[in-house]
């Protein structure tokens, strides 16, 4: 089992940038795949960015590709969410997940095991 811990979110006008954090404890993080999902209000929780467990590959929706870039240090035991370019419609709260399925980066929910308590990033226009 992994326990996850999101930070970093917060108020930031369109067109700015925002880095999340999520560090995880419990049993050895390199042996998960990773995501970050967001959940605005009244639309489904969805997927926004995926990493391989070693961190060479990673996998993005068009909503946020060239903006958004998701990286690990397995060292730190810490995943990262690098947000440029925010518009208002990435307002939501982020929640990192965990993954032990080879398909992760469908970005299917129910294929991530673990989940943080989330993270709220506004942005204002």
């Known amino acids: 089992q992994v326990q996850l811990v999101e930070s970093g979110g917060g108020l930031v006008q369109a067109g700015g940038s925002l880095r999340l954090s999520c560090a995880a404890s419990g049993r050895t993080f390199s042996v998960y795949a990773m995501g970050w999902f967001r959940h605005a209000p009244g639309k489904e929780r969805v997927f926004v960015a995926a990493i391989d467990w070693g961190g060479a590959n990673t996998y993005y929706p068009d909503s946020v590709k060239g903006r958004f870039t998701i990286s690990r240090d397995n060292a730190k035991n810490t995943l990262y969410l690098e947000m440029n370019s925010l518009k208002p419609e990435d307002t939501a709260i982020y929640y990192c997940?965990?993954?032990?399925?080879?398909?992760?980066?469908?970005?299917?929910?129910?294929?991530?095991?673990?989940w943080g308590q989330g993270t709220q990033v506004t942005v204002s226009s």
């Open positions: 997940a965990a993954s032990k399925s080879y398909t992760y980066y469908t970005g299917t929910l129910s294929l991530y095991n673990y």
